[in-house]
């Protein structure tokens, strides 16, 4: 069974650096095809896709957030993290792991945490 | 940048069918992904390579895409189906504007 768990602050100040892990189990970073992504979600507003790690070590982001987004990964601890720069008051939202599955030439997101919201306030 | 396009709310009478499009320039050349959001749960996703559905998911829940355009379809919808869903199309990552479907 796949699981993943973010973790780390609740609030952060303008300015500030955000730093989330992404905790998961059931499967291998190492394993090709699979990728780990982080989605985010601001209240009452749709989603957004911030960007993705592959087995490979392959990373794609969100054209927008390119300059203020980082994902590495360490397998040996089943983690992934996501760290954005320069947080702003419009940065506050729920942000999701996803875990990313392949089939054929198309890829999807299969398994989602269950998300930890993140208020940028002074 | 990629845009999906979306309704911002559907409304369906139980056990009939609901239909909630995704607009985006040539979606159909690319893989779209269909997700349902209840209120304080993460997505899940109900349909992916535009046509398939992940296991657990009730075969009333089905997709299309061609052309412009992927469609979600509810068939006799139920109370339960009361959600936001989102589309995506895979390769470019890009969420749809997401669509409130309220069954009443």
């Known amino acids: 069974q796949i699981t993943l768990k973010e973790s780390g602050p609740t609030l952060v100040k303008p300015t500030q650096t955000l730093t989330l892990t992404c905790s998961f189990s059931g499967f291998s970073l190492t394993t090709s095809g699979v990728g780990v992504g982080w989605i985010r979600q601001p209240p009452g507003k749709a989603l957004e896709w911030l960007g993705i790690?592959?087995?490979?070590?392959?990373?794609r982001y969100s054209p927008s957030l390119k300059s203020r987004l980082t994902i590495t990964k360490d397998t040996s601890k089943n983690q992934v993290v996501l760290t954005m720069t320069n947080m702003d008051l419009v940065d506050t939202a729920t942000f999701y792991c996803?875990?990313?599955?392949?089939?054929?030439?198309?890829?999807?997101?299969?398994?989602w945490g269950k998300g930890t919201t993140v208020t940028v306030s002074s | 940048s990629y845009e999906l396009t979306q309704p911002p709310s559907v409304s369906v009478s139980p056990g009939q069918t609901a239909s909630i499009t995704c607009s985006g320039d040539?979606?159909?050349?690319?893989?779209a992904c269909w997700y349902q959001q209840k209120p304080g749960q993460s997505p899940v996703l109900i349909i992916y390579?535009?046509?398939k559905r992940p296991s657990g998911i009730p075969e009333r829940f089905s997709g299309s895409n061609s052309g412009n355009t992927a469609t979600l379809t509810i068939s006799g919808a139920q109370a339960l189906d009361e959600a936001d869903y989102y589309c995506q199309a895979w390769d470019s990552g890009v969420f749809g504007t997401g669509t409130k479907v309220t069954v009443l």
């Open positions: 040539k979606l159909g050349d690319k893989y």
């Open positions: 390579q535009d046509t």
């Open positions: 790690i592959h087995w490979s070590d392959t990373k």
């Open positions: 996803i875990h990313r599955s392949v089939a054929g030439k198309s890829a999807y997101m299969d398994v």
